[in-house]
């Protein structure tokens, strides 16, 4: 077992690092100088070439790439070019908002997707099955910042039951709640589509089996044998999946931030690459895999503990 876990430790570190490092060359890549950011269009050459020297730019890429990794290991992420504050800190500052929103939307995707895979499991080839998997294929086709815009533009200008854009600072917890709904809810049902198809193969499988078919046979009333049996052994996978998602859904509320006009890591990320913010994007994202990646290895490292056969290999 503490092979395995070791396995495991050293594949997270091995990602955390090869993500930070595609995402370093890769806000390099994109035109554009933070210097010239910082002084303006018409800074003159001298000013502008000082500006880089004094942030290191003036060295060679991998020079630079070996700088932030030493730092990295020491804890040190720099400092904001634009805002002057350590980029880890303004991380911190905004994953709340980000942990908050992924977490709201698995509230959302487990309480409509779990009962529509269920209700389409016992509805198998009913009209009412056709309709639920209709409903999931679309959600899954569907981009996030699709159903965000379309979202904002029926609920919130249309029918006005949510707000159209930002977070409130208000105190109220209500309040809070208000604005963190619709773009929950936009995350959630992406997500719900997923957690329904697994739902409804999970329960099909389960009603499947012998022990079920004994327990009809005995008499036992079926809303009992789905809910007190088949959904019971069902939610074992599902709620495997849950985990893994709610990692994705902590990534996909970037999308979500960046429609609903949120305060979060997306936002802020999303702002410092206009900016060339190097440093800021570089603490955003070694962050957010850290996030994901620590989420997904714990998983791995429960079901090498529950399941011995996932050790092997």
């Known amino acids: 077992m503490l092979r395995y876990v070791a396995r495991r430790l050293?594949?997270?570190?091995?990602?955390?690092?090869?993500?930070?490092?595609v995402v370093f060359f890769l806000i390099r890549a994109i035109p554009g100088d933070p210097a010239t950011y910082m002084l303006g269009d018409y800074a003159t050459t001298e000013a502008v070439a000082a500006l880089r020297a004094q942030l290191g730019l003036d060295r060679p890429v991998h020079e630079q790439y070996l700088g932030f990794m030493r730092r990295a290991f020491?804890?040190?992420?720099?400092?904001?070019?634009v805002t002057g504050q350590p980029a880890f800190a303004e991380v911190l500052e905004s994953l709340p908002w980000s942990a908050a929103l992924a977490l709201a939307g698995?509230?959302?995707?487990?309480?409509?997707?779990?009962?529509?895979?269920?209700?389409?499991?016992?509805?198998?080839?009913?009209?009412?099955?056709?309709?639920?998997?209709?409903?999931?294929?679309?959600?899954?086709?569907?981009?996030?910042?699709w159903v965000g815009l379309a979202s904002i533009l029926l609920l919130a200008h249309e029918v006005r039951i949510f707000p159209a854009l930002g977070a409130s600072s208000s105190a109220d917890p209500w309040v809070q709640l208000h604005h963190l709904a619709l773009p929950a809810l936009v995350?959630?049902?992406?997500?719900?589509?997923?957690?329904?198809?697994?739902?409804?193969?999970?329960?099909?499988?389960?009603?499947?089996?012998?022990?079920?078919?004994?327990?009809?046979?005995?008499?036992?009333?079926?809303?009992?044998?789905?809910?007190?049996?088949?959904l019971r052994n069902a939610l074992i996978p599902v709620l495997a999946v849950i985990g893994v998602t709610f990692a994705w859904s902590l990534g996909s509320a970037i999308l979500v931030e960046a429609v609903f006009s949120r305060p979060g890591l997306g936002s802020m990320v999303l702002k410092a690459v206009f900016a060339r913010d190097?440093?800021?994007?570089?603490?955003?994202?070694?962050?957010?895999?850290c996030a994901v990646v620590l989420v997904n290895t714990t998983l791995d490292i429960v079901y090498g503990l529950v399941d011995p056969r996932v050790r092997v290999g």
């Not at 009412?128 to 409903?135: E, F, R, S, Y």
């Not at 800021?280 to 895999?289: E, F, T």
């Open 74 to 81: 020491s804890g040190d992420l720099g400092s904001s070019v």
């Open 106 to 145: 698995i509230v959302v995707a487990v309480v409509v997707g779990v009962p529509l895979g269920v209700v389409s499991a016992v509805r198998q080839g009913t009209w009412v099955d056709m309709a639920v998997m209709l409903g999931a294929l679309a959600g899954i086709s569907f981009p996030v910042f």
């Open 187 to 230: 995350l959630g049902l992406s997500v719900a589509a997923y957690i329904a198809r697994l739902t409804r193969s999970a329960m099909l499988e389960v009603l499947g089996q012998d022990y079920v078919r004994v327990a009809r046979a005995m008499g036992i009333p079926e809303r009992r044998i789905v809910f007190r049996l088949a």
């Open 278 to 289: 190097y440093q800021l994007v570089q603490a955003g994202v070694l962050v957010l895999a």
């Open 10 to 21: 050293l594949l997270m570190f091995v990602t955390v690092a090869g993500m930070v490092t």
